[in-house]
């Protein structure tokens, strides 16, 4: 068996996504999630101009060499752009072996360790009111865990919300520069806490609940903030601090019993080394789409095992369903899952990507078609053509930009 064609695919059904499509001369295709939110056009010439040409001729049967041959051959190791590009030919050549085995992918992994994979829901707010009617519907759509992010008082536009009819979401020519978002540390540490307060009086002490720094604090000031949270019990604190510096960690770390959330802007396994050995998180939270793959992942969420580390596979709208699906038959084999985000498709998304994995009553599955579950509807993707856009920046009231 050999692969004949490799097709770079892009689509906008509500969002921007990257699809490779690899078909071998029996007649197979494998499908892998190349998007990186923002740049995607970036990782569309790394696959169109330099990846695909190498792919013709190749036994999609060797997975790990074919990994290797990108990552070690290519010289100019890991980045976001190549890693998203080999996670793309990585994922498509598993869901070709699993199609040819006749079998899921997590059958080829091991299978099974669980029944079911817990998800957590997104649920935010301007205010707290507001923010408990979205707790409210997460709920009724039956999450049993959920991301709690709500507005700071003073400041107009933070992550995850936004002022009511946003100009950006509406005006798809304000997608061609920047939301440019606000902060305010010293507000967002007095604030936060009166939030999980209220919602734990709210909605009782069982309801696990996360939340999401993104990457904004110093070390000392996320270790003040996993303290100040602790009597609410948090299922994480995620990214309370840029952890390209992994010594910030430890002092995070011997501050505060709040379980801690890293890696979704990670890439390699040297991103996480120091973090996973000295046990400094508890959560890892890197995606198949910009890992590298089923493949690098695999290897990555063992070493965490050996720690008592637990998995987080990143899931936001902007990981296609091909790379969600990837993610779920992961979860699935390994030992050491912890919980999967899902933020959930538009109904074009859905229609342009039939999947095999469901949503049942706050679990996810990756369901039991062969490969990895998913195909691409040719006609209608091409009726959601490629728009740019951008994720948002962060500036303080002083103009600095800050961490976004």
């Known amino acids: 068996m050999k692969i004949v064609d490799a097709e770079v695919l892009v689509c906008r059904p509500g969002r921007n996504f990257v699809t490779l499509r690899l078909t071998t001369d029996d007649g197979l295709t494998g499908l892998g999630d190349a998007t990186l939110n923002g ?23 060797r997975i790990e060499d074919t990994w290797q041959y990108l990552y070690r051959g290519a010289y100019w190791r890991r980045g976001p752009v190549t890693m998203a590009a080999v996670a793309a030919v990585d994922v498509a050549l598993w869901d070709i072996k699993a199609k ?12 099974a360790s669980r029944d079911r994979l817990l998800a957590y829901g997104h649920a935010n707010g301007r205010d707290i009111p507001e923010l408990f009617d979205s707790v409210r519907a997460r709920l009724a759509e039956g999450y049993r865990a959920i991301r709690v992010q709500t507005g700071i008082p003073g400041l107009n536009a933070v992550y995850g919300v936004h002022p009511p009819g946003d100009a950006a979401a509406r005006d798809p020519h304000q997608r061609a520069r920047p939301l440019v978002e606000d902060w305010d540390t010293a507000a967002y540490l007095r604030h936060t806490p009166t939030v999980f307060e209220a919602v734990r009086n709210e909605f009782g002490a069982e309801l696990p609940l996360l939340h999401d720094v993104h990457h904004r604090l110093t070390p000392i000031q996320a270790a003040r903030l996993g303290r100040d949270l602790e009597p609410y019990r948090l299922f994480w604190l995620e990214d309370c601090t840029p952890a390209e510096n992994q010594e910030a960690l430890r002092l995070v770390r011997s501050a505060t019993t709040t379980p801690l959330a890293v890696g979704e802007v990670f890439n390699s396994v040297h991103d996480y080394q120091g973090l996973i050995t000295e046990q400094l998180i508890d959560y890892v939270r890197s995606a198949v789409t910009h890992f590298g793959g089923v493949t690098p992942l695999r290897k990555l969420l063992d070493l965490a095992a050996l720690h008592q580390i637990k998995s987080a596979v990143h899931g936001p709208e902007d990981i296609s369903p ?9 979860d699935l084999a390994v030992h050491n899952f912890g919980i999967q985000e899902f933020s959930g498709y538009s109904a074009a998304t859905h229609d342009v990507f039939r999947h095999a994995f469901t949503f049942t009553d706050g679990y996810l599955h990756p369901g039991e078609e062969a490969g990895i579950g998913v195909e691409l509807d ?9 728009e740019r856009a951008y994720l948002p920046v962060n500036r303080l009231h002083d103009g600095t930009v800050h961490d976004w």
């Open 322 to 330: 091909v790379g969600m699906a990837a993610a779920l038959h992961l």
């Open 100 to 111: 040819v085995a006749g079998l899921p992918l997590y059958q080829l992994l091991g299978g």
């Open 378 to 386: 040719d006609a209608l993707a091409a009726g959601h053509p490629y």
């Open 39 to 61: 740049r995607e056009l970036a990782v569309v010439s790394y696959l169109r101009d330099h990846v695909a040409p190498l792919l013709t001729g190749r036994d999609p049967h």
